[in-house]
T-cell receptor, first 113, second 116 residues
Framework: DQQVKQNSPSLSVQEGRISILNCDYT??????FLWYKKYPAEGPTFLIS?????DKNEDGRFTVFLNKSAKHLSLHIVPSQPGDSAVYFC????????????FGQGTELSVKP | DAGVIQSPRHEVTEMGQEVTLRCKPI?????LFWYRQTMMRGLELLIY????????DSGMPEDRFSAKMPNASFSTLKIQPSEPRDSAVYFC??????????????FGPGTRLTVL
């Protein structure tokens, strides 16, 4: 059973516009959420995270929003750039997971010039 | 620092053969993780170590899979015998001391395994 789900396998956005990547989770014990970015033939790299005590965290062009009641988080990229084209993984952890990171399936973002 | 190093980068083998994947974590990191990436399931944690000791291997799919960490700078993931359904990209990651498993993990470039 997938505890972390990214229902959109792919997303295409025009350069300069906003990219919104979504992630849903089922385990209410998750208390820490992360986004990783992955380029082809490379390993994932950490992008941004948020604790469950917050509902928003911003880092430059990247903002993560957390809606605990809906068990939903999203990553906003504004403005989108061609270099943002990559696969984005959502991950979650919590006390009952033994500290493990549970990853979603990933969303492939393509930013068109 | 060179980052997390994995070898080989690509491995093609035949069903039934033994496969050994290798990982060198970032120096000074005391957590080491092995993941498997597939299209259907995304990134799955297979096993992780703290100070060379296996902490949680509940993600290891079956007895054909085993992992060791004989010292702080080297770990192996072995599949014996290998099967076509083991074909995937295998990642190793490490994280800083005291950070715990929820802190930033640094991933290697991965090993793409193909079992024919």
């Amino acid at each position: 059973d997938q505890q972390v789900k990214q229902n959109s396998p792919s997303l295409s956005v025009q350069e300069g516009r906003i990219s919104i990547l979504n992630c849903d989770y089922t385990n209410s014990m998750f208390d820490y959420f992360l986004w990783y970015k992955k380029y082809p033939a490379e390993g994932p790299t950490f992008l941004i995270s948020i604790s469950s005590i917050k509902d928003k965290n911003e880092d430059g062009r990247f903002t993560v929003f957390l809606n605990k009641s809906a068990k939903h988080l999203s990553l906003h990229i504004v403005p989108s750039q061609p270099g943002d084209s990559a696969v984005y993984f959502c991950a979650a952890s919590g006390y009952n997971q033994g500290g493990k990171l549970i990853f979603g399936q990933g969303t492939e973002l393509s930013v068109k010039p | 620092d060179a980052g997390v190093i994995q070898s080989p980068r690509h491995e093609v083998t035949e069903m039934g053969q033994e496969v050994t994947l290798r990982c060198k974590p970032i120096s000074g990191h005391d957590y080491l993780f092995w993941y498997r990436q597939t299209m259907m399931r995304g990134l799955e944690l297979l096993i992780y170590f703290n100070n060379n000791v296996p902490i949680d291997d509940s993600g290891m799919p079956e007895d054909r899979f085993s992992a060791k960490m004989p010292n702080a700078s080297f770990s192996t993931l072995k599949i014996q015998p290998s099967e076509p359904r083991d074909s995937a990209v295998y990642f190793c990651a490490s994280s800083l001391p005291g950070g715990g498993t929820t802190d930033t993990q640094y991933f290697g470039p991965g090993t793409r395994l193909t079992v024919l």
